[in-house]
């Protein structure tokens, strides 16, 4: 669906990657561009250096009312909906889009648009493989989608991992196949309930029609209640100025299991992957896949399958992408295995569900390091299978002392605190036995110690490629 913006007026607010792919993109198609972040100057310093030659206007150090004299504010996904900026800007009737929106408008090809609280990233790098030459791969997983988009296929689709933040202010966005891979409690530190985090996740399937795909969980609760509510027209309604359709047209529904056969789609029985379409089942291949570890990363991969196939992609296709599959950076990421000690690196697990699926993933002890930001989101499950399965669980950041109470409430006897991440991995090389896994696994963002989740994983990866062996 393409969209004019020459000579439009144009206020970006969010100087980051997005916003600066969102100010040049804008740029180039003619419209008049004014960039707003209410950071100080010396921590943009890079996004700054990239749009000096471009001539757009850039303001930092707050929001001026010259932001509400644009014709469209353009948002970053850090940039919530509910920032007073923007809920002025629509109370005086001025259109707010995120990148997901303007992207979409932009591209040649259809999306495929994976949501959900775990699992986006692995899923999309999936499809994306068995999609092979007829996609491109793209947003929230790495590259901004205004950046990428341009670059599809025409014949082919755009596969992009969509976060509930991209989902508040898409007003139009109709994916030709959107995924669900699961829905538990996450991000409460943006969103104000986990009813406003579930309406968000389902702006994704609000306005696909009977010629599209929707794909779910079958095991998971969150997505088998949307599921049930896409197919009855009732889902949950957003806020006044993002309104869904009066009648929306149920897309074509499509389920995935690790746990049994479904009616249609993907299911693993019996150590075999499974597929059935119109009635039609196959049995595809066995399940003998070492780079993705754990229940959830199966789960995952029979959501790529689905999708995969029902675009017509081989069963081979599909069986070679999982093969060559290793896990991505910071996602159970093996970093050296040290005295009989593997170092796994899971800094992009912020989340108890990511945690418990971390820790589930080994069949060995775990030597658990976990902190950071807090996010304010329960962890009494996560602490549950930690008195279960953790043998030593070690501590960091802001959430530390909260999760020291909610462990010891638990019954988990082990619980160290540390002053930083280098000291939680030489204490925990200290504790760990030959046969353990030591895995960073926070449950926790990374904003209070770390500039991202990535510098926090590089980080972890440099302390245990630094250890010489004498502290085990």
Known sequence: MTVDFDKRKIAVLGLGKSGAALAKKLSELGATVLISDSQVPKRLEEYLAELKPLGVEIEVGGHSPRVLEADLIAVSPGVSVFHPMIQEALHKGIKVMGEVEIAWRLAPAP???????NGKSTTVTLIDRMLGKRSILAGNIGNPLVAEVGCAPADGYVVAEISSFQLETV?????????????????????????????AKARLFARMGPKDLAVFSADDPGAVQMSEQLRQGSLPEWIPEYPAPACPACPRIMTFSVRGEVESGSWLKDGWVYYRDQGLAERLFRWDFPGLPGSHNQSNALAAV???RSLGVSAGECEEALRSHAP??????????????IYVDDSKGTNPDAVVAAICAYDRPVVLIAGGKDKGVDVRGMMKTVSERVRHLLLIGEAAGRFAAEAAKAGVSNIHRCASLQDAVQL?????????AVVLSPACSSFDMFNSAEERGDLFVQYVNSLDGSEV
């Open 428 to 436: 925990a090389a200290g504790l760990a036995q030959s046969g353990d």
């Open 111 to 117: 999306f495929v648009a994976v949501t959900g609280t």
């Open 171 to 199: 007003y139009d966005f109709a994916p030709h196949v959107a995924v669900l891979t699961n829905f538990t409690t996450d991000h409460l530190d943006r969103h104000k309930s986990m009813g406003e985090y579930y309406a």
């Open 328 to 341: 991505l950076h910071h996602r159970l990421q093996q970093v050296r295995e040290l005295r009989g000690v």
């Open 306 to 308: 689905a999708v995969a």
